[in-house]
């Protein structure tokens, strides 16, 4: 799409932690990258010293990895750069672009205050703009402090974004804004100008909240003869009140949602259908396939609303789609972790494991559901699940599941073909339906209710486990209060 090799970044500042509105547009970019055989950066916006904490930085490489977001080229901190922008502001101020401002912060409020008062929108009135020289030299010489200001051109400055197409904004409307404060730091916009040049950004991909700091960021481009990236600013993710998802209003660190067993390729799938479509109503996607089919024109303008549930959906569908190798690797270290096991002893049995969570999978929606569903495979502390003990566990019933324990234990090939057909004989035999004997044994060797195949659950189990769970079960029928 363009001879110049593509190079994007991903610019988070470390005053909070990632939320899902940073993550995604940090995925556009990956995919943008990956898409035209370009270049994805990674810069720390950290002058702001007040409200950056060094702590954060790592926590927020950390989730950048885990959603797979690998970049290419060493990470740019802004911090090591003060001296570089502030020689770009003297070179605006001594090119006659740029301005000092001597007006104190109590002036400027009380400015402020009285278009607010006047239900004017607050602009600056140029008061130092014509300032002779020595008027400058008296103030500079008095020790004064200044700020460097911007001066902005007549006309209207536009640019063509990729998402909106043509936008314009009238030069009145864009006050001279400061580029570097009375300490000599730069302001964002002049940092973030001077570093997406010197970075070689072809493009900048962002929230649409940045169109008015895009304008602006034109102003500095020109004034230093800088070439001017393309620019796609992408719809907002709105929280489902319509707020925009933001770290202030506390929503979640996206590492939070690798807790709750969500997969970084679910969530690397679903927030990339936030303010973007492939055009062929598919939701689920590989990252390759992402790669691949990713194009700017496909950038949807409408604001997304964020929906959990639909996440959950969609992690499910790539729980699914996993090998039972895959998922063995994934969720060991989930059940040693919950205390239900061992590192040694899930290792010597890799193919339990493995049965284990390909009998599960279609019914888990996260990754802790596997902690949750599992218990009774790896032990289990005969507590029935109380109301359907009262249904199932009847003396009737503990005729039946004695009967058919002693059928089991002496079955040849414990298969599911077997167990099937011997319990479905005895049902038979007995003149009961086969509901009548398939719940009181899944109770008895589960404990609840509820679960997958009993058939293949007790293929897992094996046939000593199952048969010493039902003799247990009739114990525990035919004991004083236990019926």
Request: charged share 30%; hydrophobic share 40%.
């Amino acid at each position: 799409m363009t001879q110049r090799q593509v190079r994007v970044r991903i610019a988070p500042s470390p005053t909070g932690y990632v939320h899902v509105g940073t993550a995604r547009t940090a995925i556009f970019n990956y995919l943008y990258a990956r898409h035209y055989g370009g270049k994805f950066l990674v810069r720390i916006e950290n002058t702001d010293r007040k409200r950056s904490d060094p702590a954060l930085i790592e926590p927020i490489l950390e989730a950048m990895k885990w959603l797979g977001l690998n970049w290419d080229e060493e990470i740019v901190y802004q911090a090591d750069r003060l001296e570089t922008y502030s020689r770009y502001a003297q070179q605006i101020l001594a090119d006659g672009h740029g301005y000092r401002c001597f007006c104190p912060p109590e002036l400027l409020q009380k400015d402020r205050d009285e278009a607010q008062a006047q239900k004017r929108t607050p602009h600056y009135n140029r008061r130092c703009l014509n300032l002779s020289q020595e008027q400058i030299d008296s103030r500079l010489a008095d020790g004064k402090p200044y700020t460097i200001r911007i001066r902005i051109p007549e006309g209207e400055p536009r640019f063509d974004d990729l998402v909106s197409g043509e936008l314009t904004r009238r030069s009145e409307d864009i006050e001279d804004f400061i580029i570097a404060r009375s300490d000599g730091s730069a302001t964002y916009n002049l940092a973030v100008v001077v570093d997406d040049h010197e970075m070689g950004i072809t493009d900048v991909i962002r929230g649409n909240d940045h169109i008015t700091n895009t304008f602006k960021q034109i102003q500095i481009y020109r004034a230093l003869g800088f070439e001017i990236p393309r620019f796609a600013h992408v719809p907002l993710i709105l929280r489902p009140d319509k707020k925009k998802v933001s770290k202030r209003l506390g929503d979640k660190d996206v590492m939070a949602y690798r807790e709750e067993g969500i997969l970084p390729e679910a969530m690397f799938n679903y927030l990339c259908l936030l303010g973007w479509s492939s055009k062929d109503d598919r939701e689920f996607y590989t990252v390759p396939e992402l790669i691949d089919i990713f194009k700017a024109e496909n950038f949807n303008p409408s604001n997304a609303i964020f929906d959990e549930e639909k996440l959950v959906a969609i992690n499910r569908e790539h729980i699914v789609r996993k090998t039972d190798h895959e998922l063995a690797a994934i969720v060991a270290p989930l059940l040693v972790e919950a205390g239900l096991t061992s590192r040694y002893w899930l290792e010597t049995r890799w193919d339990y494991l493995r049965a284990v969570v390909g009998l599960l999978k279609e019914r888990v929606r996260r990754l802790q559901d596997f902690v949750t569903l599992s218990g009774y495979f790896f032990a289990f502390d005969y507590r029935y699940d109380a109301k359907a003990v009262a249904k199932q566990f009847t003396v009737e019933k503990a005729d039946l599941l004695e009967e058919l324990a002693d059928r089991f234990e002496g079955q040849a090939g414990f298969t599911h073909q077997n167990v099937e057909a011997t319990l479905s004989a005895l049902a038979e035999e007995k003149g009961v339906k086969r509901a009548e004997l398939i719940h009181p044994v899944r109770l008895a060797v589960s404990g609840i209710p509820a679960g997958p195949s009993l058939y293949e659950m007790l293929v897992v189990l094996s046939q000593p486990v199952v048969v010493e769970r039902m003799h247990r079960a009739v114990d525990y029928i035919r004991s004083p209060g236990g019926s």
